[in-house]
């Protein structure tokens, strides 16, 4: 008797066990192949759409990139004093928009811009000059940037929903999320006395030419 019990019990494993793995098979199917093959960018319809999503990744990138060594010249100068945790949470959250950016570039092999050995260079000089004219310096150079970043995202944003918004609503989300950052970043430099540094607006003019300029050759180059 327990010896057909066993028999039984082996029989019912045969059986069942493989409709269970079908079963188990035909769930797993639908959910393999209505995952998305792309994380923030959707590939590239054709050379022109490739083109241009190369060209928003890799000014993108730059910007965020430029910006993270910008903060790292003022903490250099600014990190031990009373400013320095603002500036520092200010580049935490550059570095997080340059990571995201990173992983972006590499997961659709888009390179980055040539130009990356002189705005290390340039970014941080531009960040350690400002920040050695005080509190007041750094932060109308975080307003000059910041603005004209907020802006360059804000005309990205409006192109991309020119196109196509369902297409692109995961880059979009990225982007908009950066640049809220960006014009709070702005925000808190106006609130810390940035309007007060004798030649602001001077100041303020040059760098964002400066900013227009590199965007331009960053797209390209």
Not at 24 to 47: F, N, T
Not at 70 to 92: E, K, N, S
Not at 184 to 202: I, M, N, Q, V
């Amino acid at each position: 008797m327990q010896r057909a019990a066993h028999t039984a019990l082996y029989d019912w494993s045969q059986t069942v066990s493989p409709m269970i793995r079908q079963c188990l098979k035909s769930r797993a199917g639908p959910l393999q192949l209505s995952s998305r093959a792309y994380s923030v960018v959707p590939p590239p319809r054709d050379s022109e759409e490739k083109e241009m999503l190369d060209r928003i990744l890799r000014v993108d990138h730059a910007g965020e990139y430029g910006a993270n060594r910008i903060y790292a010249g003022q903490m250099a100068v600014l990190g031990r004093t009373r400013t320095g945790p603002l500036i520092q949470h200010m580049w935490d959250q550059e570095k997080k928009h340059l990571e995201k950016f990173n992983e972006i570039l590499a997961e659709n092999r888009v390179r980055p811009t040539a130009l990356l050995p002189l705005w290390n260079v340039a970014g941080f000089l531009l960040g350690a000059s400002t920040a050695m004219l005080g509190k007041e310096g750094a932060m109308a150079c975080t307003v000059a940037v910041e603005e004209s970043i907020s802006e360059h995202y804000n005309s990205q944003i409006r192109a991309l929903m020119e196109k196509d918004p369902e297409r692109y609503t995961e880059l979009l989300q990225v982007i908009k999320e950066f640049r809220d950052d960006e014009m709070e970043h702005h925000d808190t430099g106006l609130e810390h006395e940035a309007e007060s540094l004798p030649g602001y607006w001077l100041l303020k003019n040059a760098i964002q030419l400066g900013c227009k300029a590199a965007i331009y050759v960053s797209q390209r180059v």
